[in-house]
């Protein structure tokens, strides 16, 4: 049986590197948000995604403006502030949002439709071009959006609004005759029915998404037909080399063994099959999942959870194939990554998952915003030389700081609406289990056995590994705790008591500091209880040097420095300039030192050469010049806190000295 996240209502969190970004959601991303979308911020790239919604409702008059998939910009904002609600109230908040619901309702056709987009610019052409209209993709964000606002406030207009679409939808797509026989061209809306599945038990929302992941990719391909028939327009002139590979309709699903086309794309289907898998009972939907993880996170992922290696077409390429300085690697798809790992980690119970959940949100997704909440990366590199990222060159996809805001703006929202849902990663339930699967400070209550359990972790992780886990209302025939064991963690051990109680502060004396006993099962410590307890759980994982498989061209001969799940980088804000031109020893001493940066971080600090300048002349490129070393001190900070301090040179991956 599957598990399931607790209600995001019942966690508080309560977190010393968590909080604050939580927080930001609400204090700052949301009202940036919101001035964005109705283009209040200087120097940004508009949005008029409200404006379009107001015109569609004839509230205004005008055109529409932006991309087809505007409306998502609103979607996106909704549901965030749908999950700032459900952690507690805020009348004018709620206010505003039910506001734009108003609007949004008005811009509903009399049969269920919403797009602004068709309604506006093009009615007569719905439905038309499923390839690039991304009229399902931006109806399963709004589906989304619904949902997650009748959570947080129980409140239905919105969901009414979308559950009248989605019968359109059903009603539209489907196998039989006088029906669409089509698919999305950027899947999303199966993740949004099957959502609307879960609120309301309507099975043909569950039928409707399986459908569309049933079709893809059997037969002739749809979107080439699209694009055969007569009068045809391009909405985006890059698709008329189109192939079906960038969007995952190349084959059957079942039939795909590689990650390939768009990352996104790829995610958000990935994700809607490891839940259609397990509602449907479908072995060979799981297998293809499995499939699919294993190749994501085995040959096309980066070491810090970001995957897309191409900045064109924003795509996978080739096993292997993980360049640095060129990669797309969109906020969106570690998104993406992590809702796929979360779906398959609650389905299966293997801990592997979650340790690819772990990297993605703690390195790219964090990365993606500013520690002010205003400006964000789309793009996450692993290497930056700010002076060749130039337009109109093959790095032109390559910021080398946060921007403002997007014309195509996913990420932004995307990434606000993941911080503000962040207690959905942390457990996963059933009727006799808590599995704890991120170590975040937070209080909850769980019902097992017909009982409220209360649930209590402390820690200061990820500077200080390990965790103290209070239960209370263990029910009377015991439950079972399963405590993710990190696959960086050597020496992780279980014992009596919190932390204090092991220093011989608090605690009965009997118990305090003896170890308990636990089973291994797919990465976690299954612990049974009889009564209530408090668990201090403990491992170690210091800074360490990390190699790639030698097939990863571009880092062969370098070497990454992670310590737990934070992956680190030189910034040219602490090693000065040409970082391409520093070596590091990989058996070097790391040194910790805690630093009042980006509001307290552990960094590391280790001693590397550079190779000098010296005896070159300014306008000398090429010579026969001994290569000469300067003895240099390294400071390497979080990656995710990178570019935080303004423009500069970054690397992750250093070039290693050796020894022969």
């Known amino acids: 049986m599957k598990l399931h996240p607790v209600d995001l209502k019942k966690i508080h969190i309560n977190d010393a590197f968590w909080s604050k970004h939580v927080a930001l959601v609400k204090e700052a991303v949301i009202p940036y948000q919101w001035d964005a979308i109705n283009d209040r911020i200087e120097d940004a790239e508009p949005s008029h995604s409200l404006m379009n919604f107001k015109i569609a409702a004839g509230l205004c008059e ?24 459900a952690a507690g109230p805020d009348e004018e908040l709620e206010r505003t949002a039910d506001q734009v619901i108003d609007i949004i309702a008005k811009a509903q056709c009399p049969d269920g439709y919403l797009n602004t987009y068709f309604t506006i610019r093009e009615p007569e052409k719905r439905w038309s071009d499923l390839c690039e209209g991304h009229e399902l993709y931006t109806a399963g964000h709004m589906m989304e959006a619904a949902v997650a ?23 539209t797509f489907g196998a039989e005759d006088g029906k669409i026989h089509g698919y999305p061209g950027h899947q999303e809306v199966e993740i949004g029915l099957i959502k609307l599945y879960q609120v309301t038990g309507e099975q043909k929302y569950l039928e409707q998404a399986k459908y569309f992941i049933d079709a893809r990719g059997v037969g002739e391909n749809y979107f080439l ?18 192939e079906p590979l960038y969007s995952q309709s190349h084959l059957p699903v079942r039939e795909q063994k590689t990650a390939e086309g768009h990352a996104v794309r790829a995610m958000y289907m990935y994700s809607a099959m490891a839940d259609l898998a397990e509602a449907c009972g479908d072995d060979s939907l799981m297998e293809a999942c499995r499939t699919l993880w294993d190749n994501v996170t085995g040959k096309r992922m980066y070491i810090t959870g970001s995957i897309g290696s191409s900045g064109i077409l924003e795509r996978f390429t080739a096993d292997y194939d993980l360049p640095n300085d060129c990669n797309y690697s969109e906020s969106c798809a570690s998104i993406g990554l992590a809702m796929f790992g979360s779906r398959m980690g609650s389905i299966t119970r293997e801990a592997k998952y979650y340790d690819v959940v772990e990297r993605a949100l703690y390195n790219t997704v964090l990365a993606g915003i500013a520690l002010d909440g205003k400006s964000f990366f789309y793009v996450n590199p692993l290497e930056v030389w700010p002076d060749n990222c130039l337009p109109r060159t093959s790095k032109e996809h390559v910021k080398p700081v946060r921007q403002k805001w997007f014309g195509v703006a996913c990420c932004p929202p995307n990434i606000a609406r993941t911080l503000a849902s962040m207690g959905q990663y942390i457990y996963g339930v059933d009727e006799e289990s808590i599995y704890v699967n991120l170590f975040i400070a937070n209080e909850t209550t769980v019902e097992l056995g017909g009982r409220e359990v209360s649930v209590s972790v402390e820690t200061r992780f990820p500077w200080k590994m390990g965790a103290d886990i209070t239960l209370r209302g263990v029910p009377e025939t015991g439950m079972k705790l399963a405590v993710r064991m990190p696959d960086y963690a050597r020496g992780f051990a279980v014992k009596c008591g919190r932390e204090t109680d092991a220093a011989g502060t608090d605690g009965p004396a009997a118990e305090r500091g003896k170890d308990i006993s636990f089973d291994r099962e797919k990465g976690y410590a299954l612990i049974r209880l009889t009564g209530d307890t408090c668990l201090h759980v403990t491992w170690e994982a210091p800074a360490e040097f990390v190699h790639s498989n030698p097939l990863v061209r571009a880092d062969s001969g370098k070497v990454a420095l992670v ?10 804000a602490d090693n000065g300039s040409n970082l391409a031109a520093v070596y590091v020893d990989s058996g070097a001493l790391v040194e910790e030192e805690g630093q009042d940066l980006f509001g307290g971080i552990i960094g590391l600090s280790f001693a590397g050469k550079r190779i000098s300048g010296r005896g070159w002349g300014e306008d000398e490129l090429y010579g026969l010049h001994p290569v000469t070393w300067e003895d240099v001190k390294l400071k390497a900070v979080p990656y995710a806190f990178w570019n935080n301090r303004g423009a500069g040179e970054m690397v992750v991956w250093m070039k290693e000295l050796y020894k022969m």
């Open 62 to 85: 005008g055109d529409f403006y932006g991309a087809v998939f505007q409306d998502t910009d609103v979607a996106k904002w909704l549901e965030a502030v749908g999950f700032v609600l």
């Open 149 to 171: 606002y009748y959570m947080g406030t129980g409140k239905r207009k919105f969901l009414d609004v979308m559950l009248r679409f989605a019968d359109l939808i059903c009603d």
């Open 225 to 242: 037909k699209e694009m055969g028939r007569p009068g045809f327009r391009y909405i985006f002139p890059e698709f008329k080399d189109y």
């Open 563 to 572: 310590r737990g799940p934070v992956v680190y980088c030189l910034e040219e």
